[in-house]
């Protein structure tokens, strides 16, 4: 299994540009998540899915969108890019189910954006 | 959301135990204790969770205070490759759903000397 896959791995954006970062997993998860990391700092979430149709806000989702018409993919879509929004961004899965006691998550190795 | 509380950075020498401690004092019975792992350039991953009782896997065994209101991740030969950012973070197991993303502090930047 190649696990989580994001591409691309790198970046440059000019301001008000757009872009979609992909992320696919081969797990067969049924949740997903984006995650911005700042230098310096932790993680924070962006959006979350619990399956093909459903997603949710998290943290930090203004200026992004997400759709997740598969289990296997959940892109994020970057409609005017701005300067604040240059960070590493990863993409994790997780397998939950009512009465499981842990939500280990397995995250992507990141794209890292700047926006110039 | 209970917050965790964790040093900055933490130096040690290779082959030798690490400890590596958490505060969370405002626990609630219904989070359990995560610990997660960020080596340079890579994404997190995970280490080990536990509730009440101490807990041991292939990487890690994690202590956790009878009062539950700190943590201890303990890793018993450190290598030069455990060299990574550790993030204690709660999370809490409500029957509704685990659709909760993980809240990252800064986190312990785990320095090891040859």
């Known amino acids: 299994n190649a696990g989580v896959t994001q591409t691309p791995k790198f970046r440059i954006l000019k301001i008000g540009q757009s872009m979609t970062l992909q992320c696919t997993q081969d797990?067969?998860?049924?949740?997903m998540y984006w995650y911005r990391q700042d230098p310096g700092m932790g993680l924070k979430l962006i959006y979350y899915?619990?399956?093909?149709?459903?997603?949710d806000k998290g943290e930090v989702p203004n200026g992004y969108n997400v759709s997740r018409s598969t289990t296997e993919d959940f892109p994020l879509r970057l409609e005017l890019a701005a300067p604040s929004q240059t960070s590493v961004y990863f993409c994790a899965s997780s397998y939950w189910f009512q009465g499981r006691k842990n939500n280990e998550q397995f995250f992507g190795p990141g794209t890292r954006l700047t926006v110039l | 959301d209970a917050k965790t509380t964790q040093p900055n950075s933490m130096e040690s020498n290779e082959e030798e135990p690490v400890h590596l401690p958490c505060n969370h004092s405002?626990?609630?019975?219904?989070?359990?204790i995560h610990w997660y792992r960020q080596l340079p350039s890579q994404g997190p991953e995970y280490v080990i969770h536990g509730l009440t009782s101490n807990v041991n896997n292939r990487m890690a065994s994690l202590a956790i205070a009878e009062d539950r209101k700190s943590s201890t991740l303990i890793l018993h030969r450190a290598t030069l490759r455990d060299a990574a950012v550790y993030y204690c973070i709660l999370l809490a197991m409500y029957s509704g759903g685990g659709a909760d993303g993980l809240t990252f502090g800064k986190g312990t930047h785990l320095i090891i000397q040859p």
């Open positions: 899915s619990v399956g093909a149709g459903i997603t």
């Open positions: 405002t626990i609630s019975g219904t989070d359990y």
């Open positions: 797990m067969n998860h049924n949740y």
